[in-house]
């Protein structure tokens, strides 16, 4: 993984700590908030990064409020921490 990777788990992590619980965010917050400019290219590495939190069991991918494999998601997806 690199810095970008690192920096938007990180990120997604800091988002959902500032929502209530049961919030979600798009993966597009964490995208923006590191790069707010370039923030579009961010968005495969962003959805990557919410993966990767999901595997390892803190954050759940929802669409259309069910969770979802974000590696097989087509269209918008939301994160939010595990129920």
């Known amino acids: 993984m690199d810095d970008v990777g ?3 788990e990180r990120t997604i ?3 959902l ?3 209530r619980d049961g919030a979600t ?3 597009s917050e964490a995208a923006r908030a590191v790069d707010p ?3 579009r ?3 495969p590495a962003a959805r990557e990064a919410a993966g990767r939190l999901a595997a390892a ?3 759940e991918v929802t669409q259309r409020g069910e969770v979802v ?3 097989t998601a087509r269209g918008p997806v939301r994160i939010r921490r595990r129920r």
Do not use: H, K, S
Request: glycine content about 12%; overall charge negative; some cysteine.
């Open 17 to 19: 700590d500032q929502r």
């Open 41 to 43: 290219e961010l968005m």
């Open 37 to 39: 400019e370039g923030w």
């Open 6 to 8: 690192t920096a938007l």
């Open 25 to 27: 965010i798009c993966p």
């Open 57 to 59: 069991g803190g954050v």
């Open 69 to 71: 494999d974000v590696a």
């Open 13 to 15: 992590d800091a988002l």
